[in-house]
T-cell receptor, first 116, second 113 residues
Framework: AQSVTQLGSHVSVSEGALVLLRCNYS??????LFWYVQYPNQGLQLLLK??????LVKGINGFEAEFKKSETSFHLTKPSAHMSDAAEYFC??????????????FGQGTILTVHP | EAGVAQSPRYKIIEKRQSVAFWCNPI?????LYWYQQILGQGPKLLIQ????????DSQLPKDRFSAERLKGVDSTLKIQPAKLEDSAVYLC???????????FGPGTRLTVL
């Protein structure tokens, strides 16, 4: 069975500050890992994903994440927060041995607030 | 390219009533998913279709939930009868194939009173 833990249900940063959202996973098989963003009253939008290859992956809107197998982590970062980054962020995992990116196990989400 | 469409966007019903949600995936997408997102939690997969066949419905509460995708295009999710704990956002998602990028719809927010 797979599980995802996001440390901190709420994170608050100042505009221009570093954004760090933490994600740890548990999986008995090599995982594929994802970060999604959800704006109010909207669906989930894929920020980035790790499948194979380079462990540092870059996504949209200046976000990136690093897969660290030894730490079972996939933390999301952005060097400089923008007001438009305020949203809820979800980390998700799926079984790399399977064939479906859509059978996702999600974390509980982290709400990011950006202060002027 | 049009995204995943869902209707209605909001629904309020009383417990023990029935409700149905509709999803129209992105044109040509063979794989369709329904997720349930309870407030304060991440989405949970309910069911996955490949064309008009069910691939995985292991987390669908089959005593009250049902879903179909008769022609392999749009899909409906039904709850009968609804319970208070069914209050959630129901998200539909689709992908071109089971291994392809997944696109989510805006969701239907259900409130059961």
């Amino acid at each position: 069975a797979q599980s995802v833990t996001q440390l901190g249900s709420h994170v608050s940063v100042s505009e221009g500050a570093l954004v760090l959202l933490r994600c740890n996973y548990s999986s008995s098989v090599p995982p594929y890992l994802f970060w999604y963003v959800q704006y109010p009253n909207q669906g989930l939008q894929l920020l980035l994903k790790y499948t194979t290859g380079a462990t540092l992956v870059k996504g949209i809107n200046g976000f990136e994440a690093e897969f660290k197998k030894s730490e079972t982590s996939f933390h999301l970062t952005k060097p400089s927060a923008h007001m438009s980054d305020a949203a809820e962020y979800f980390c998700a995992v799926t079984d790399a041995g399977g064939t479906s990116y859509g059978k996702l196990t999600f974390g509980q989400g982290t709400i990011l607030t950006v202060h002027p | 390219e049009a995204g995943v469409a869902q209707s209605p966007r909001y629904k309020i019903i009383e417990k023990r009533q029935s409700v149905a949600f509709w999803c129209n995936p992105i044109s040509g997408h063979a794989t369709l998913y329904w997720y349930q997102q309870i407030l304060g939690q991440g989405p949970k997969l309910l069911i996955q279709f490949q064309n008009n066949g069910v691939v995985d419905d292991s987390q669908l509460p089959k005593d009250r939930f049902s879903a179909e995708r008769l022609k392999g295009v749009d899909s409906t999710l039904k709850i009968q009868p609804a319970k208070l704990e069914d209050s959630a956002v129901y998200l539909c998602a689709s992908s071109a194939s089971s291994g392809g990028a997944v696109f989510f719809g805006p969701g239907t927010r259900l409130t059961v009173l």
